[in-house]
């Protein structure tokens, strides 16, 4: 761990619950794959390693994107918005990044006042547990 590390995090704004909302986009066309949490460790990690590192609510445990399934999340860079209360990681994501199979996690539309699903499972779901769900 490192002092500039340190700074890093002490920038972030945190929730009560020690979390902040994470973005991950792709880094090259801009798609916006997911929406995950972090904590303290999960940036550390994520910064050291150069890989996803994220929180898991529902196992409440850290979890690295892709540490069952196989789809990576390559850390390019780590942003921070202007309030400093969530971030924004650009990623090389090998494969789906959603848990459904999908490429992203945005895959239902409002549309003709209803949920559309505009976007069908590249893998089945069963082949990437089991990762997280949060």
């Not at 994520?46 to 999340?73: D, H, I």
């Not at 959603?98 to 976007?119: D, E, L």
Request: aromatic content about 8%; some cysteine.
């Amino acid at each position: 761990m490192t002092e500039a590390t340190e700074r890093a995090l002490d920038e972030i704004k945190f929730g009560p619950d020690g979390l902040v909302p994470a973005i991950a986009q792709q880094h090259d066309t801009g798609e916006v794959l997911m929406l995950a949490w972090m904590n303290r460790e999960a940036v550390r990690i994520s910064l050291a390693e150069g890989r996803a590192c994220y929180w898991s609510r529902s196992r409440q445990a850290l979890w690295r994107k892709g540490e069952t399934s196989g789809q990576v999340q390559r850390l390019h860079e780590l942003r921070l918005d202007c309030d400093g209360d969530a971030v924004l990681l650009l990623v090389e994501q090998a494969g789906v990044a959603c848990h459904t199979g999908r490429r992203n996690c945005f895959f239902r539309a409002w549309r003709n006042g209803q949920w559309s699903v505009i976007a069908t499972p590249q893998i089945p779901p069963e082949q990437l547990y089991p990762e997280p769900r949060d």
